[in-house]
């Protein structure tokens, strides 16, 4: 069987699972997943995603810009070249 065979055949009850367990860092039983576990669930749980069209809002990692979506502070916006990343007269320097 193939890894794109098992994923296709995987159980909802499993990704679910799967992805609870990415959520909270531990196995259902309370073992912490290492990082190589954690990599390889959240791959599975991403394939799983794209093959069975989960809607994208639905999907593992998935950020509600809402009303600042296409805005400044949008991180996928870019600021025109030659303006500063930061207004720096935002600031105030506090002195303690």
Not at 39 to 66: K, M, Q, S
Request: aromatic share 8%; with cysteine.
């Amino acid at each position: 069987m193939t890894y794109e065979e098992l994923i296709e055949r995987l159980d909802p009850t499993v990704y679910t699972s799967l992805r609870r367990s990415i959520e909270l860092g531990k196995w259902p039983d309370g073992r912490k997943l290492s990082p190589e576990q954690r990599e390889i669930c959240l791959e599975a749980v991403i394939y799983y995603e794209n093959r069975h069209n989960i809607p994208e809002t639905e999907r593992v990692g998935f950020l509600d810009r809402g009303s600042k979506a296409g805005t400044a502070c949008d991180p996928s916006v870019r600021q025109p070249s030659g303006q500063a990343e930061v207004d720096s007269s935002q600031f105030v320097e506090v002195k303690s």
